[in-house]
């Protein structure tokens, strides 16, 4: 069951794009840990005895995330920014605990990304692209072919995995709120809740029409009945279940990988984000224009595409 509201440590979180991100992630780690929470217990203090072993919480984040654990133990400690009943609730020596531990997997993450990208082999954009169209031929309509055919032409990071479904014919915009949406009639996505939400704003990125052709095709064959999310993924059990939101890193690889060809590097989402920015940038011609609207796509900076780049380079240059 969801977080209970009715008095208990979300009543002042307010509802700004990043308290979110830190209350659907902890919520995923209570799932994680098979936390059962009660509508008699409004203070939630079935919540914080489920996390009460810090080193238990640790092993299964690290176990499901590796070290994404990092942004799942931050939500955990930053969740006291914005609820003292919470920060009362946990204690100062538990949040001191899951504060190491997060910084502890924050730099284990630093060093591995320092050295994925400075050891990384660059998939060519030829090659993503081969890999989709392959996917498309065998796996039509699939969950598979609409993540392969979205990763080929933007290089985006998880965010697709949060993103509402707008499929009213006769709607040009979403709601206006602080969440991500995709519209079907203007085949558009709107993402207003993401990484770099703060420095970025929110973004409009107009999609393919392949990309709406394959949304078009799963609800003409009601692949995914009554639908809420872009891109629906399975749930712990298997079924498919098309409100589940949250993370699509292992989904994308596996995408990918469908079409057996031989990939330099693990398509995962940085060695697809690599593989956009280094076509672009390896063109010697390409404008500043162009870098921008790549940047911009991508929901990132012209400077952190550079820097990204260079690294790259330097990888192959030695």
């Known amino acids: 069951a969801a977080?209970?509201?009715?008095?208990?440590?979300w009543k002042s979180t307010g509802k700004n794009p990043t308290?979110?991100?830190?209350k659907r992630r902890l919520q995923q780690t209570l799932d994680l840990l098979n936390c059962q929470m009660y509508e008699n217990d409004p203070n939630?203090?079935?919540l914080i005895r489920c996390l009460q072993d810090a080193k238990r919480t640790e092993l299964a984040l690290v176990t499901k995330y590796n070290h994404g654990a990092k942004d799942f133990l931050n939500a955990i400690v930053q969740i006291q920014r914005v609820s003292e009943k919470y920060k009362r609730l946990m204690g100062e020596d538990l949040l001191k605990e899951y504060l190491a531990l997060e910084k502890k997997h924050r730099k284990l993450a630093s060093t591995l990304a320092g050295e994925k990208v400075d050891n990384a082999e660059v998939i060519p954009m030829a090659l993503l692209q081969k890999a989709a169209k392959t996917v498309e031929i065998e796996y039509p309509n699939t969950n598979e072919h609409l993540i392969?055919?979205?990763?080929s032409e933007i290089?985006?990071?998880?965010?697709?995995?949060?993103v509402?479904?707008?499929l009213n014919g006769r709607v040009n915009n979403p709601p206006e709120d602080e969440q991500n949406w995709y519209v079907f009639r203007t085949n558009t996505l709107h993402m207003r809740d993401y990484k770099n939400v703060r420095s970025q704003g929110h973004k409009v990125i107009q999609l393919s029409p392949k990309v709406k052709s394959v949304i078009s095709n799963q609800i003409k064959a009601k692949?995914?009945?009554?639908?809420?999310?872009?891109?629906?993924?399975?749930?712990s059990d298997g079924d498919k279940k098309v409100n589940a939101k949250g993370t699509l890193s292992p989904m994308i690889p596996a995408a990918f990988k469908l079409s057996k060809e031989t990939f330099p590097t693990p398509p995962n989402i940085n060695?697809?984000?690599h593989a956009h920015v280094t076509h672009l940038l390896r063109n010697d011609k390409s404008s500043r224009e162009e870098r921008e609207k790549l940047a911009d796509r991508m929901m990132s900076s012209i400077d952190i595409q550079y820097t990204v780049y260079n690294r790259l380079k330097r990888a192959r240059n030695t």
């Open 271 to 273: 060695a697809i984000r």
């Open 148 to 151: 392969t055919a979205i990763y």
């Open 223 to 235: 692949v995914y009945p009554n639908r809420l999310w872009l891109i629906p993924q399975p749930s």
């Open 19 to 22: 308290t979110r991100q830190y």
């Open 44 to 46: 939630n203090r079935d």
């Open 155 to 162: 290089g985006l990071r998880d965010d697709l995995g949060n």
């Open 3 to 9: 977080i209970q509201n009715n008095g208990g440590i």
């Open 164 to 166: 509402h479904m707008m």
